[in-house]
């Protein structure tokens, strides 16, 4: 095939998937993936296989995906549970049940209350990249966030968890604040403390990936794309890395552009600049 052709089937396949995301998004019921292949002209397989390279993930998972957002929208407005359910497209509260703690991040009721009958413990640290704040849950630290403003930072635990009771730290909660600080200082000896991690299916799958980056390295979002099986998928890659809320716990910073430049970081590109030196001179 010539390189003219080539872009041009590489067009073509990317406004088919465009397409087919659409009608997902739109539907009531997920088309199956052979209506979706027929609509683009291609086989299942070949189909299936085009979809997943240029977003990442199934043609099944991203319409999973979309059902659960449709569910936290009608949570959040205030709909029952077994409304917004219904309402998203779940056939059955045995379905909707199997995966919702797991792909909504917390369960269907607390969605709803905004984190209402959680209580969440959080204090705010300083270390030499500025303000730290640590807060976790009964499972494990939730949030990590950098930056200048501790007011700000406490506003944005507060934009997460709306609707939960939040705590000061006692002594005990004192002491993983302090840890979390010295990874700030020392990022490549870890840290060794629960986390609650919360996030779809894909960013989790980002996030695993991240954590297997050796201290003092880095990896291209493309790299990451190809060692989770999602060649292609580097903005969704890029995505999930800005929706990380472990900062350092999470090295997001070990993620790079292509030729090695540093781009944006959730908590300020010199923090990142900092925490790889940091790295490189440990190691």
Sequence with gaps: ???????????????????????????????????????AGLSRF??????KRLTGVTPKTYAAAQRMARVREGLARGA??????YAAGFSSSGRFYDSSTQRLGMTPGAVRRGGAGETIRFAVGECSLGSVLVAATAKGICLIALGDDPAALVRTLQDRFPMAALAGGDAD?????????GLVEKPARGLALPLDIRGTAFQVR??????GIPPGSTASYAEIARRIGAA???????????????AVAIPCH?????DGSLSGYRWGVERKAALLERERAAR
Aim: with cysteine.
């Design 1 to 39: 095939m010539s390189t003219t052709s080539s872009l041009r089937a590489g067009s073509e396949n990317a406004a088919a998937v465009a397409r087919a995301c659409r009608a997902i998004e739109r539907a009531e019921v997920a088309p199956s993936l052979a209506e979706l292949a027929a609509s």
């Design 206 to 211: 980002v996030w695993e990936a991240l954590r």
């Design 254 to 258: 070990r993620v790079v552009r292509t």
């Design 173 to 181: 909660f004192e002491r993983w604040v302090a840890a979390v600080v």
């Design 46 to 51: 070949h189909f299936q296989r085009v979809f």
């Design 80 to 85: 029952s549970v077994t409304a917004a359910m």
């Design 232 to 246: 292609g998928a580097s903005r969704a890659v890029a995505a999930a890395c800005a929706a990380n809320s472990l």
